[in-house]
T-cell receptor, first 112, second 112 residues
Framework: SQTIHQWPATLVQPVGSPLSLECTVE??????LYWYRQAAGRGLQLLFY??????ISSEVPQNLSASRPQDRQFILSSKKLLLSDSGFYLC???????????FGPGTRLTVL | QKEVEQNSGPLSVPEGAIASLNCTYS??????FFWYRQYSGKSPELIMS??SNGDKEDGRFTAQLNKASQYVSLLIRDSQPSDSATYLC????????????WGAGTKLIIKP
């Protein structure tokens, strides 16, 4: 069966500091990968998605970036965090031929 | 504009009753529809997907799709306190290969 991991689970960072969140998927190959952000009491905002190694599409202009160095690894980064970057960051995967997305446990980021 | 709309709630339902959650969408070309459940502080988990007009049943859950009226609903029979959560509706847009458009969710409270 497939498993998706995210770390860290929680993170408190000062404004202006860098960020690196990691997501890995096990038990499947060539997954589509997604990064979402969920602000408190809000819906899911798609940030990035990737259909293959090195292929990243950005949905929202911001100070975040994403990379996919390996088939089942997806990384979300920032050089300088803003207060507005606080939220619940979710990584998800889907198989290319299907639409259903499955989520990792998430990372709760607080920027102070 | 791509929109998926849900009543934010909270929707309060007595234990043992039927909970009815609704979702409307703006793209007539949409083909895939999903219901996710999200407990407070946790990531979304898939309940059901539905692709064709009509009803689809899975245990206590029934998804209903009406493409002509552009709505999809989720019925929960014999509601339990453990069903208390936020329910997210997601729609795959007709012109999108991979992206889901998400509603903001309906908070459901089951009263014992």
């Amino acid at each position: 069966s497939q498993t998706i991991h995210q770390w860290p689970a929680t993170l408190v960072q000062p404004v202006g500091s860098p960020l690196s969140l990691e997501c890995t998927v096990e038990g499947t190959s060539n997954p589509n990968l997604y990064w979402y952000r969920q602000a408190a009491g809000r819906g899911l905002q798609l940030l990035f998605y990737s259909v293959g190694i090195g292929q990243i599409s950005s949905e929202v202009p911001q100070n975040l970036s994403a990379s996919r160095p390996q088939d089942r690894q997806f990384i979300l980064s920032s050089k300088k965090l803003l207060l507005s970057d606080s939220g619940f960051y979710l990584c998800a995967w889907s198989k290319g031929s299907t639409d259903t997305q499955y989520f990792g446990p998430g990372t709760r980021l607080t920027v102070l | 504009q791509k929109e998926v709309e849900q009543n934010s709630g909270p929707l309060s339902v007595p234990e043992g009753a039927i909970a009815s959650l609704n979702c409307t969408y703006s793209d007539r070309g949409s083909q895939s529809f999903f219901w996710y459940r999200q407990y407070s502080g946790k990531s979304p988990e898939l309940i059901m997907s539905i692709y064709s007009n009509g009803d689809k049943e899975d245990g206590r859950f029934t998804a209903q799709l009406n493409k002509a009226s552009q709505y999809v609903s989720l019925l929960i029979r014999d509601s339990q306190p453990s069903d208390s959560a936020t329910y997210l509706c997601a729609v795959k847009w007709g012109d999108s290969n991979y992206q889901l458009i998400w509603g903001a969710g309906t908070k459901l409270i089951i009263k014992p």
